[in-house]
């Protein structure tokens, strides 16, 4: 057979199993509750892969790869500082959201958390968090499905509209039938496929350049300065910008829904050292291929046109067609699991935060959930019909969206968890302060010391802030809210925003 023959069995084997895990989670779907976050009964392993897998994509097998191989590890910058950002969101976040979104009316999504947290009587905060969910994140799913079609007609010279209807379809498939349980298991097994090879292709590498000392001696023949972390030029505001990106983490709705679906806050410790080590060994690993790619295509092959191709051409050289076949299967469980993940995120904001509040809170359960899935159907619609004719336009929105999500839901969910002050006007003042600061931000370049090349995200998580502290003081919460925030730090053992204590919140001045 030939290599494209057995790399296509290797899909086939994939996407069938992506398939049945979608069916077994089918009858496991009795409530919207289910449906959107599966019975709040996920363990620390599954929870863990799940937000690491949702979250990564695939910048970690192409985008990083390739910009370590071109560049040396100057760029790795921006992977210490996502590795930081998602130890801080489980240490300071997972716990805290999965107690607190109980103890608030049993919230299931982002949007429903902050309007039941704050006790926001106009739902204004529920009806622009959901609609930001559901503009963003239908361009984000549409660009997920573009990395799809073209990762099809690069692999296999499949027409790039072919490969996108057939990424379509198997994601929507079981993300529609098993809802955010078939999602968090298909997330494990792709997060699983993509730190496995992620490991295999380095050692592998290595082991056929000749040893560690062989691949160091050609990685420092090709470019000496290949191991230098501060190249000439960068400068302090590029490290800070990628640094910058871990703040993004506490604003993702795709990644922090995961916190709220854990079985008890407890397991929080757990999920975070799972989580974590995954994501140690994914970006290593991912540096490593780099690192590998360096010595061996300069050795036996000559320098790589495309580096983002590292990652695919060394599996190609270095493993058996059937294996190689699934180390291309492990790039296209990167995109599918983000897409999944949004596309469940996306229909939630549209039938839990909006359609709800014009009329739907006499529905029976089972009829959200059939409308859940018709949800997830209609964005992904959508979202392909976007993608049928990819744009820059539409790619180019993917470069704000972190930093969009993580400035307008970052420090609201923040102060939500850790401030009794903040309140709901506060709260709006802040997410659309911080919106409009990173689409301003972003789109100036230059300024006094370059002080506009920084990352959008820092300024306009900063201007978050400060605009809901400064508004929220000139108010004050109701009384309601106060006592819910008692009880959540009760519930949790938590300390207060002033240093109360489970015994004492109940005395304490706000």
Known sequence: MSPTTFAAISMIIYFVGMVVIGWWAYGHNDSLDDYMLAGRGLGPMVTALSAGASDMSGWLLMGLPGALYASGLVEGWIAVGL??????????VASRLRTYTEVASNSITIPSFLDNRLHDSAHLLRWASGLIILVFFTFYVSSGMVSGGIFFHSSFGLDYRLGLTLVACITVMYTLVGGFLAVSYTD??????????????PVIGVIHLGGIGATVDAVTAVDPHYWAVLGPTTSVISVISSLG??????????????????RSPGEAVSGRRIGIGWMLFAVAGA????????????RDTGRLDDPETVFISLGQLLFHPFAAGFMLAAILAAIMSTVSSQLLVTSSALIEDLYKQ??????SQ??????????????AVVAAAMAWSPSDTILALVAFAWAGFGASFGPTVLLCLYWRRLTAVGAVAGMVTGAVVVMIWGNVDGGPGGIFDLYELIPGFSANLLVAWA????????????AEFRSAVAAAGWRGSDGATPEDAGTRPV
């Open 471 to 482: 508004v929220s003081r000139a108010g004050r919460p109701a009384p309601a809210v106060e």
């Open 245 to 262: 990106w871990g703040l993004g983490y506490f604003g993702q709705p795709h990644i922090i829904v995961r916190f709220m679906a854990l």
């Open 188 to 201: 494990l097994v792709q997060g699983l496929m993509m730190v496995a090879a992620l490991i295999a292709v």
């Open 287 to 298: 540096a490593a291929t780099a690192i590998v790619g360096v010595a061996v295509f300069q």
């Open 83 to 92: 590795t930081a950002g998602a130890w801080l969101n489980w240490r300071y």
């Open 366 to 379: 089972t009829r959200l959930v059939m409308y859940s899935r018709f949800a997830v159907l209609t964005v």
């Open 358 to 363: 014009v009329g739907g809170r006499s529905i």
